[in-house]
């Protein structure tokens, strides 16, 4: 299936002055946070895709050291700028769990297994944004027609699955309808384009420009959403199959299911605008595996 990954990404560890060096072009955060009780090089590497919502080092910090409190393992958090680079080092065992996308996860199903997925507003799901500039006055998805599109990654659903399977179902190519379309890999960079006239429409995840709006209200109304999706499974954190029951993935599941219980597992969830995470059922993906399936051949 072209944009999904090839699995030959090599990992690399990073020091805490490099990672701060390369933090603010989102390129790598990796860190410390040694416990007492914790073993030499008893580590947890849990990758970061862009799904996760900011690289703000106070946010990444506190996500560092309260799975480092619970869990008793040094946390070492290894971003990327692509899902293709975090899902291949995943697959192939270069970390031991990682925040993914729904997409990729429904296409490596059989190699993955669910380590928890995050609660938005209350449930594991989330939606689909088709944004336009606010003071447009398109209404309909052909409206859209000859414009310049941004899409978030081509391993995304929101930012790109669920639109191209829109265009499918009507027959339509996106490298047709659209006179050109784009990818930022980011999906504040997708709500960027269409805010500043980069591009004149974009594919968004919906839980990321909600939750942009409360911070960077300025920015993001001058964006406004011209359809959602259906509710899809929220993006999950998962893991190989192959450490699916190791003690380090046990005690990673145990600390982000018990995050809402503490004052600093809450602390985290309010930087990230969730209510905590669940043992969901892997069915909640089951709607972006009939979009996968249905475009089979196509992507």
């Not at 209350?122 to 859209?144: C, N």
């Not at 959403?225 to 192959?242: C, I, M, N, Q």
């Amino acid at each position: 299936m072209k944009g999904l990954p090839t699995l030959d990404v090599a990992g690399r560890k990073w020091s805490r002055r490099a990672a701060l060096r390369l933090a603010g072009a989102g390129a790598l955060c990796a860190g410390g946070g040694r416990l007492a009780r914790a073993q030499p090089q008893e580590v947890i590497r849990f990758g970061l895709t862009p799904v996760f919502l900011t690289n703000d080092l106070e946010l990444l910090n506190a996500l560092q050291a309260y799975l480092a409190t619970e869990t008793g393992y040094e946390i070492e958090l290894i971003t990327r700028r692509t899902y293709q680079e975090v899902t291949a080092l995943l697959v192939s065992g270069q970390l031991d769990a990682a925040w993914i996308c729904g997409y990729p996860f429904v296409h490596y199903r059989d190699q993955l297994e669910l380590v928890a997925v995050p609660d938005w507003n209350g449930k594991p799901l989330y939606q689909s944004y088709l944004i336009v500039s606010s003071e447009r006055q398109a209404t309909s998805l052909d409206d859209l027609a000859g414009d310049i599109h941004a899409f978030s990654d081509p391993d995304s659903n929101s930012g790109y699955l669920v639109t191209r399977t829109l265009l499918f179902e009507r027959g339509l190519d996106p490298d047709v309808f659209f006179r050109k379309t784009m990818f930022t890999y980011g999906h504040r960079n997708v709500i960027r384009a269409v805010a500043s006239g980069l591009a004149q429409s974009g594919s968004v995840d919906g839980y990321v420009w909600e939750v942009m709006r409360e911070i960077e209200p300025d920015l993001v109304n001058r964006t406004r959403p011209l359809r959602k999706s259906e509710w899809l499974g929220f993006p999950p954190v998962a893991t190989s199959k192959a450490l699916a029951h190791s003690r380090r993935i046990d005690a990673l599941t145990r600390a982000l299911l018990s995050m809402a219980q503490s004052q600093e597992g809450q602390r985290v969830l309010g930087m990230l605008r969730l209510t905590g995470f669940e043992n969901a059922d892997p069915s909640i993906f089951d709607g972006i595996a009939t979009k996968v399936a249905m475009l089979r051949g196509v992507l």
